[in-house]
C-alpha cells in the first residue's frame, strides 16, 4: 500500500512537472546585436515569409538616412510605408524652437515626430480584426525611442498582452542598463536570438519556427 502511494506520488510530481514544461512557451521574440549586423534585415526579411504565409504583421522599423554617403540620422518607417523622424545629426536637425532637446551622441531626436508615427500602432494592435494571428513589430527598443514614456507604457502593455507576438529588436548591453530593455531580455516569454555576421545568414529559419510556435499560444 505504501509503495503504491509512494509511486502515484512520484507520478504525480512527474505529471505536473511535465504540465508545467509544456505550457511555459514563449511568446514574443526579440533580435539582439552589435550596431550594423543585420537586425532589421533579419526583421523585413521574416515579416515577408510571415505575410506570404497569412500572417498579419504591423509596426514599425528604424531606417538610417543618408545623405552623399552619409549618415544625417534615422527615421521611423511603418510596416505600411509611412515615414516620419527619429532623429537627425545636429547641423540637419535644426532649431528646437524652444521645446526640451533629447540627444543621443551627436543625434537629436524628434521626440513629437515618433510619438505622432509610433503610438497610434500601438492602439491599434489590440483591435478586432476576427481573432486573426497578428505579429507585431518593434524595430527597435533603444535609447532614441525610450525617451518617450508613452512608449514605454505601450511596450508593456503589448508584451502584457494576449492580442499578439512582438518581433523586436533591442541593444546589445552596452555603458548603463537600459531599464526596459533589460526588462525585456529577462522575459521568461520571450525568446532573445543573438545575431552576429556568422549566423545572421542562417538563422532567419530559427526566427521563423520560434515566432510560428508564439503564434499558436497567442491564437
Not at 500500500?1 to 512537472?17: E, F, L, P, Q
Not at 546585436?33 to 533579419?42: C, I, Q
Not at 538616412?65 to 523622424?85: A, C, I, N, P, S
Amino acid at each position: 500500500m505504501s509503495t503504491a502511494h509512494a509511486s502515484k506520488s512520484v507520478y504525480g510530481r512527474d505529471a505536473t512537472a511535465c504540465l508545467m514544461v509544456s505550457t511555459e512557451m514563449f511568446k514574443h521574440v526579440f533580435l539582439t546585436g552589435p550596431p550594423g549586423v543585420g537586425k532589421t534585415t533579419l526583421v523585413q526579411k521574416a515579416c515577408e515569409a510571415l505575410v506570404s504565409s497569412g500572417v498579419g504583421v504591423e509596426g514599425f522599423y528604424t531606417e538610417e538616412v543618408r545623405q552623399g554617403g552619409r549618415r544625417v540620422g534615422f527615421d521611423v518607417v511603418t510596416v505600411t510605408g509611412e515615414r516620419g523622424h527619429l532623429s537627425r545629426i545636429r547641423d540637419v536637425a535644426g532649431a528646437s524652437h524652444g521645446r526640451q532637446e533629447y540627444t543621443v551622441g551627436q543625434y537629436v531626436v524628434d521626440l513629437p515626430s515618433f510619438e505622432n508615427l509610433a503610438l497610434p500602432l500601438f492602439r491599434n494592435v489590440g483591435s478586432a480584426d476576427g481573432g486573426s494571428r497578428k505579429v507585431f513589430v518593434i524595430d527597435e527598443i533603444g535609447k532614441m525611442e525610450l525617451f518617450s514614456q508613452s512608449f514605454i507604457r505601450a511596450v508593456r502593455q503589448t508584451l502584457d498582452s494576449s492580442s499578439c507576438t512582438i518581433l523586436g529588436t533591442i541593444p546589445i548591453p552596452k555603458g548603463k542598463p537600459l531599464g526596459l530593455v533589460e526588462e525585456v531580455r529577462s522575459r521568461r516569454d520571450v525568446k532573445v536570438f543573438a545575431v552576429s555576421k556568422e549566423n545572421r545568414n542562417a538563422i532567419l529559419q530559427d526566427i521563423l519556427a520560434t515566432l510560428q510556435e508564439c503564434l499558436k499560444q497567442t491564437a
